[in-house]
């Protein structure tokens, strides 16, 4: 369907890049037939449980404030239908397809270790779901981080009713028509189905995810355009020297360091200034190890909290056939996301701010050497002046957003819920972040080349100018003022292409 293997399900935990391509593009998944027997295990003990006098949380009693309430046997199918109906409050956009892929395949994962007491038959519709690109629309907003993904996940589960709309190939269509014109037999919810289907971090771990994989593209442009930078401004490549990061032991900032070494090797540029008089450059360039390598930790520490996130069990309660119990818990509590979705917004917002900075030294003739603006009829030219500016106000715009959510907890469910993680739009702002950090690196990216062009004769290095000539093939050397609103967004498509990033793609976590 995708053109892709297909990425079996059940059998064992999945992997970043596996991940990644959930996130990238449709594909087909398949369920490991040798899943399916702890999940008929868990769904006996389940339907034994329902039928049962003792409580058991989900399965014969109300929810949150209401554990207490005891529901009769004649009502507990409706109390699953009633549950994904009362919790489908969200508001918002709706997330795109991409995410609610994830979203699907992560739920899935969860349900197939067999700790639910789900039905096999629910699993099927959701890979159906997957397999024939059928999206439930999911409102973004609406949820707080705890008792799971509640109002999301709710909206996802409308299609198990046949209720909500699902967007096929683009399209939003009600839920019913869809499902019934590509023949797909929604299943009769059974005991904790709909519990299962709410609870869980499966939101807020896909946006999370996501914003990884956008943050980590980021992080490859930056690279290669902050090297442009450093060539465009004739700045040493000392500060890149192994020996200087070999003695700090910080393993992000000496593999960083390798890559700046490597783009820069063979540049004319570099050994036209080799005995110039300047004896240091400023931070935003030789320090540039330095910061992006604790980007590039960050980002890696973030990478694995949020794949074990992925692979793990989060509704509640949970199914222990082994032992015939029942145990209620807090692992739909996302606080890991949290935390993760704030510290990778701290590594966003930084790397933006660097290159907000070579981008100022590229514009300023007392520190570039270069034109004022990088216009070569300055004055009756504005050239790039105007384009920092834009740069700066996304830089303050992410400053912004950087504020931590997991540190703004709010009370909710009658107390019940008194301590929650706001992960989920924690890790919906990174998305907005990575936005705005992909269009400054695009403008530094633009301004570097233009830097480089005013060096000619002299060259880069050839993977550098293997790079300038990807942005050349759509934005010609500005001779003059022109509108710059489309060269950005050129400048911005080019980045994200693999000629840009291909030189720093191996230092990310889902590379590797």
Known sequence: MAGTATLKLGSRPLQLGEL?????QPLDVAIDAASLGAVREAHTLTTRLAAAEAPAYGINTGFGLL??????????TLLQRNIILSHSAGVGPLLDDALVRLVLVLKLNSLLQGFSGVSIELLRFLEKLINLQLYPCVPAQGSVGASGDL??????????????????RGEILPAAQVLAQEGVVPPQLGAK??????????????????????????????????????????????????????VRGHDGQARVAQVYRELLAGSAIRESHRTCERVQDPYSLRCQPQVMGACLDLMSQQAATLLTEANAVTDNPLIFPDTGEVISGGNFHAEPVAFAADVLALACCEIGSLAERRLAL?????????????????????????????AAALVAEN?????????????????????????THGARR??????????????????ACQGLDLRSPLTSSAVLQRAHASLRE???????????APDIEAAAAVIRGESVQLPARMLLPSWR
Do not use: C
């Open 20 to 24: 990644r391509r959930v996130y990238a």
């Open 67 to 76: 554990a207490n309430t005891r529901i009769a046997p004649a009502q507990r």
């Open 151 to 168: 109002a999301p996940l709710a909206h996802l589960s409308l299609s198990v009713l046949g209720l909500g709309h699902i967007r096929r």
């Open 193 to 246: 189905e709909g519990l299962a289907l709410l609870n869980g971090t499966q939101v807020s771990t896909a946006l999370a995810l996501a914003g990884l994989f956008e943050l980590e593209g980021v992080f490859a442009a930056a690279v290669v355009s902050g090297t442009l930078s450093v060539d465009a401004l004739q700045g040493s490549d000392a500060p890149f020297d192994p020996r200087i990061h070999h």
């Open 362 to 390: 590229l514009v300023d003739p007392k520190m570039s050497g270069l034109p004022p603006f990088l216009a070569p009829d300055s004055g009756v030219n504005s050239g790039m002046m105007l384009a920092q500016v834009t």
């Open 399 to 423: 400053r912004m957003l950087s504020h931590p959510a997991s540190v703004d907890s709010i009370p909710t469910s009658a107390n019940q819920e008194d301590h929650v993680s706001m992960a």
């Open 430 to 447: 990174l998305l907005s972040m990575t936005a705005n950090a992909w269009n400054v690196i695009a403008i530094e990216f633009l301004s």
């Open 474 to 484: 759509k934005v010609p050397f500005a001779a003059s003022d022109r509108l710059l």
